[in-house]
């Protein structure tokens, strides 16, 4: 059972995922507070980013799949009939295991959330909100002078951060990141654990800290920045504990990495 808090931001109870007659999750429940990162790690197909797809109906546009159980996000029941699936995208931002900028410019990925959502009251406002977001995910910096030029043409460290400051451009109450060091340089993997402990302890806007989920196979990535983590195997968390107890609780002896 998850470790039950008292107003957890994401909270899962007994989810099941199938793909047809496929059991991929098998009863996971969690609960996910505010400034916390949890970090789920196991084996390639052990069903972690299946998971991950449950927490904003991803797998909503799978042929054959279907949810069971819980998932509450705010107190909400994510899967009632009532909730509008766009804005529940928009409040749980998604950052994938491959960088996939779109191909316009650098400024116009972060505004494409905000303008669809209408979050910005005109250019001015938007101006603000896509150097926010650039800040926050580490990029600013870099690209302030070449907002006009293609997020395709950046690095695929720069990449990944794009994405993430694409994913906050909408002001998400939750951010879940797929494997987002996978194929990264060390230097900038140091750079998106910095951006991510950062976003759980402030948030986006206003100083408000975030909830983060992560899906990392970079073991020594997991115990750095993760308050929780749960290890699956065959879509079964089969070990769960504080990020700092990894060593101790002999995750890495498990895991084989």
Not at 139 to 154: I, P
Not at 175 to 191: M, R, V, Y
Request: glycine residues 10%; charged residues 25%.
């Amino acid at each position: 059972m998850a470790e039950t808090t008292a107003n957890p931001k994401i909270s899962t109870r007994n989810v099941n995922v199938y793909y047809g007659e496929k059991k991929a999750i098998d009863n996971v429940s969690i609960d996910v507070d505010m400034d916390n990162v949890t970090a789920f790690i196991g084996p390639s197909g052990c069903g972690k980013s299946t998971f991950l797809r449950s927490l904003n109906r991803m797998n909503d546009t799978i042929v054959g799949a279907r949810v069971e159980g819980n998932i509450f996000l705010d107190g909400q029941d994510i899967y009632a009939s009532s909730m509008d699936v766009v804005q529940l995208r928009a409040r749980v931002g998604m950052v994938f295991q491959k960088p996939n900028p779109f191909p316009k410019s650098i400024y116009d990925n972060v505004a494409y959330g905000p303008r669809i959502h209408g979050l910005a009251a005109g250019k001015a406002e938007l101006d603000q909100i896509v150097e926010s977001a650039l800040t926050r995910a580490g990029l600013w910096g870099e690209v302030k002078d070449r907002l006009s030029d293609s997020g395709t043409a950046l690095s695929g460290g720069q990449q990944q951060q794009l994405a993430i400051a694409r994913a906050l451009a909408a002001g998400p109450k939750l951010l879940i990141l797929d494997e987002p060091t996978e194929g990264i340089q060390p230097s900038i993997i140091k750079d998106i654990g910095r951006v991510i402990r950062m976003l759980a302890r402030q948030g986006m806007r206003g100083g408000q800290p975030m909830a983060i989920v992560l899906v990392e196979q970079y073991y020594d990535f997991a115990e750095e920045l993760a308050d929780q983590y749960l290890v699956m195997e065959r879509g079964e968390v089969v070990m769960r504990g504080r990020g700092k107890d990894m060593v101790a609780d002999g995750v890495r002896q498990r895991m084989a990495i």
